[in-house]
């Protein structure tokens, strides 16, 4: 599948496409997924995601969202948007959204399902016009009482032994419990961060220190996160 660019308030910005194939797949349209990368940037092991999400029967995006400006420059925009609640960064992944909609081949639903620094902006985007969204140990938002009032269903899986994110699923469930927000908050007791895959290429050195892959928490959590975006993409588009 190939790369590509998209409009976005600022001009363009890179980005990785993946589109269902197959037989199985039909002639869509689809819904649309925007996959929102880690701290390490467009990796190979996140176009696997988008894949992952195409191989599901929808239309993935993946923005670069470093593909600006220098690696540092457009990481430090993302952690402050992060912080802030906005910003570039929330600005490019909006455009995401508003191009695959779009899209010929996209039913015009689209979730937002994010890894690491794009869990907690996917987290930040959920009350901003997408349907579902799915935090993969995210950071919480400051004040999430607030920042997460009126967010579409929200699906979350984090690591028990995710020393940075400790008790951050406990607090999510809570907060989407009293906001009244569907949601699945699961925490997987022996799991650390970035459980969901293995890394390659530059990110490899990570493993295990930073992030770890858990091949059965990774199983269950993936049944969840497509369970979950079907019923609230597929079932109701």
Not at 22 to 42: K, Q, T
Not at 111 to 137: D, E, S
Not at 205 to 228: H, K, M, N, Q
Request: hydrophobic share 40%.
């Amino acid at each position: 599948m190939p790369d590509l660019d998209y409009p976005v308030p600022s001009g363009t910005l890179r980005g990785y496409v993946a589109v269902p194939s197959g037989p199985e797949a039909g002639s869509g349209p689809w819904p649309g997924v925007v996959v929102v990368h880690e701290i390490f940037g467009l990796t190979d092991d996140i176009r696997a995601q988008a894949d992952r999400f195409a191989a599901n029967g929808y239309v993935a995006l993946a923005p670069d969202l470093f593909a600006w400006s220098s690696t540092p420059r457009c990481l430090m925009a993302a952690l402050k948007a992060s912080a802030a609640g906005h910003g570039r960064t929330l600005d490019d992944l909006d455009a995401a959204r508003d191009h695959l909609a779009a899209r010929d081949d996209c039913t015009g639903q689209v979730g937002i399902a994010g890894f690491c620094l794009g869990g907690g902006l996917a987290m930040l985007l959920a009350p901003k016009g997408f349907r579902v969204a799915a935090t993969n140990y995210g950071h919480l938002p400051r004040r999430p009482e607030t920042a997460l009032a009126g967010a579409c269903p929200i699906v979350g899986s984090y690591g028990g032994r995710d020393l940075q994110l400790r008790g951050a699923a406990g607090k999510l469930e809570r907060v989407l419990t009293d906001l009244g927000i569907e949601h699945d908050v699961k925490e997987y007791g022996g799991a650390k961060h970035g459980f969901l895959f293995p890394h390659s290429g530059r990110a490899k050195w990570s493993e295990p220190w930073l992030v770890s892959y858990d091949a059965d928490a990774a199983a269950d959590a993936w049944t969840r996160i497509f369970g979950f975006f079907d019923a609230y993409l597929k079932e109701r588009s």
